[in-house]
């Protein structure tokens, strides 16, 4: 589960942002002022942390719905000499040995039982030494909520020629380690980066800075002696691959690593702080759902069954596809909220005799003669296409589905509301507290919005849980449950304001510039 967020210099947003989740997240704000930054930011997270390249275009999780145009376009006011920061804070709750490492005399045997939760940190800089210049993924953080100073740290150094390594830093006197550090300082130094390779200067052959060790790690002085490890490097990135082993080079064999027990040690323990915990982070945002503000209607051949099809979250046709190939219980309970929201339609679908399958040998018991198609129900004694009814239907089916399916541990929604009637609208705060808080602890969802009527639904069930007087069959909210931001664009940037709820589900401080007071104007 995502638990926190922390931007700088990504699009409006220039000094550092931090943005606490809840299980329910609530995004407000003018148009423009930086609302779906946010939902981008952490799809250019998962882009990084999968493959390692900070120039990112299109996402996977975003497909063809949208564009994030590169570091260039993603850069605080499209400056490359600014310095991108991302850093996420994550529950782990599996475990960090990812490589199935047999170490039975490791100096950190609780290490695993110690992190329960990480932070992730990325840097990326614009290299202008670099031949073309291009934006890099410059370092790479690890460490624990409560504690700004990394666990561990993976940073690129120098002109990044093939071969050259990445550098690792080891915080052995961090807290989680229990103060072990120093005892294992002594024993891990004597295969250590040696000191001569940690500076900087000027490349002689173009005239640039390089990058020295000295400067990376300037900001950690105080940190006190840390070991320094190269480690070998398959990509130009401070982002490893995750699914594959690291190699701790000594400075006297570069060729062959040397099978110590000290080095063991030392590759194990960068093992779990970073891959570990970076996978975790991984797994979550895989199999993140991002919803689009604008869902495609699916076109009549759509409707068909099709095994393999790969559809796509953001455009709404996983939607679709899911209800399709449901054998289970989610065409009824998707159903059933369509009801709870006066849908006015329920979702049908029909299993046919499939003709091509008729025209083969009916003694091949192994063909499938059926084939299943989706259509909707208005009570109207017929069946019709989603494309025969009003917009709003197929734009809230996908909001729906995403909100039903338990796969996703992280649903990022940009305007559920679009295109439906504000009792509709109420409706769905219910859908999204339930989908939220159902199995607490598993699930972030974040929901960029403009509905003055889906926050009123969440802050009454707040209060009716608080007074015990809650409907039956409605979902129960706590302050706890719901985080409220208020993303506003001021001239140094786009600023996030935290609208905390109390347990009346009220605003415990005035909403910047009164509280969707257009309708009081409109009104009086």
Same mark, same amino acid.
């Given at each position: 589960m995502l638990s926190a967020l922390e931007l700088e210099n990504f699009k409006g947003i220039a000094d550092r942002q931090r943005i606490d989740f809840a299980p329910l997240t609530l995004l407000f704000g003018a148009n423009s002022a930086g609302k779906s930054t946010i939902l981008q930011a952490l799809l250019y997270l998962h882009e990084v942390v999968e493959r390692g390249d900070a120039d990112?275009?299109?996402? &996977? +999780?975003?497909?063809?719905?949208? &564009?994030?145009?590169?570091?260039?376009?993603?850069?605080?006011?499209?400056?490359?000499?600014? =310095?991108?920061?991302?850093?996420?804070?994550?529950?782990?709750?599996?475990?960090?040995?990812?490589?199935?490492?047999?170490?039975?005399?490791?100096?950190?045997?609780?290490?695993?039982?110690?992190?329960?939760?990480?932070? +992730? &940190?990325?840097?990326?800089?614009?290299?202008?030494?670099?031949?073309?210049?291009?934006?890099?993924?410059?370092?790479?953080?690890?460490?624990?909520?409560?504690?700004?100073?990394?666990?561990?740290? +993976?940073d690129l150094v120098g002109a990044m020629r093939t071969g050259d390594p990445l550098y690792a830093r080891v915080n052995l006197r961090h807290p989680v380690l229990r103060g072990r550090g120093d005892e294992v300082y002594h024993a891990w130094?004597?295969?250590?980066?040696?000191?001569?390779?940690w500076h900087g200067g000027i490349d002689p052959a173009s005239g640039n800075h390089v990058i020295g060790l000295d400067d990376v790690y300037a900001l950690d002085s105080d940190l006190g002696p840390m070991p320094l490890f190269a480690i070998s490097r398959s990509r130009e990135s401070a982002v490893p691959p995750l699914g594959e082993p690291l190699r701790v080079i000594t400075a006297d064999d570069l060729d062959e690593p040397d099978r110590s027990a000290t080095q063991a040690q030392v590759r194990a323990f960068i093992e779990m702080t970073v891959l570990g915990t970076a996978s975790q982070l991984l797994a979550t945002l895989r199999d993140a759902a991002y919803v689009g503000p604008l869902r495609t209607v699916p076109p009549r051949g759509f409707l068909y069954e099709r095994a393999g099809r790969l559809t796509s979250w953001a455009d709404g046709l996983a939607a679709w596809d899911l209800l399709l190939s449901d054998r289970g219980t989610l065409v009824k309970?998707?159903?059933?909220?369509?009801?709870?929201?006066?849908? /006015?339609?329920?979702?049908?679908?029909?299993?046919?005799?499939?003709?091509?399958?008729?025209?083969?040998?009916?003694?091949? &018991?192994?063909?499938?003669?059926?084939?299943?198609? +989706?259509?909707?129900? =208005?009570?109207?004694?017929?069946?019709?296409?989603?494309?025969?009814?009003?917009?709003?239907?197929?734009?809230?089916?996908?909001?729906?589905?995403?909100?039903?399916? /338990?796969?996703?541990?992280?649903? #990022?929604v940009e305007q559920p509301?679009?295109?439906?009637?504000?009792?509709?609208?109420?409706?769905? /705060?219910?859908?999204?507290?339930?989908?939220?808080?159902?199995?607490?602890?598993?699930? =972030?969802?974040?929901?960029?919005?403009?509905?003055?009527? #889906?926050?009123?639904?969440?802050?009454?069930?707040i209060r009716e849980t608080t007074e015990g007087t809650l409907p039956e069959g409605s979902p129960p909210a706590t302050p706890a449950d719901v985080m409220v931001l208020f993303i506003e664009r001021t001239a140094g940037g786009t600023i996030m304001r935290r609208m905390p709820l109390n347990d009346r589900g009220e605003l415990v401080k005035a909403w910047p510039g009164g509280f969707f007071e257009e309708g009081l104007r409109e009104v009086f």
């Open positions: 990112v275009d299109r996402t &996977e +999780l975003s497909g063809a719905v949208l &564009e994030l145009g590169g570091f260039k376009r993603l850069v605080h006011r499209h400056e490359t000499n600014r =310095t991108i920061v991302v850093r996420a804070e994550f529950a782990t709750p599996g475990g960090l040995d990812c490589l199935g490492r047999e170490l039975p005399d490791f100096p950190f045997p609780d290490l695993d039982d110690d992190i329960e939760a990480a932070w +992730l &940190e990325i840097v990326i800089q614009y290299r202008q030494d670099l031949r073309p210049p291009r934006p890099v993924v410059e370092s790479l953080r690890i460490g624990v909520p409560g504690h700004d100073a990394p666990l561990a740290a +993976l130094r004597d295969i250590s980066v040696p000191e001569p390779l309970s998707t159903n059933e909220w369509l009801t709870r929201l006066g849908a /006015g339609c329920r979702v049908v679908v029909q299993q046919l005799v499939d003709g091509d399958a008729l025209a083969q040998e009916f003694s091949d &018991e192994s063909v499938d003669r059926t084939v299943r198609r +989706l259509l909707l129900d =208005t009570g109207t004694d017929s069946l019709v296409h989603p494309s025969e009814v009003g917009a709003g239907i197929s734009q809230v089916i996908p909001v729906v589905v995403a909100a039903l399916q /338990g796969e996703a541990g992280v649903v #990022l509301e679009i295109h439906v009637h504000p009792a509709l609208q109420v409706g769905l /705060g219910d859908l999204l507290i339930e989908a939220a808080t159902r199995g607490v602890g598993r699930r =972030t969802s974040v929901v960029e919005t403009h509905s003055e009527h #889906l926050l009123l639904r969440v802050m009454r069930r």
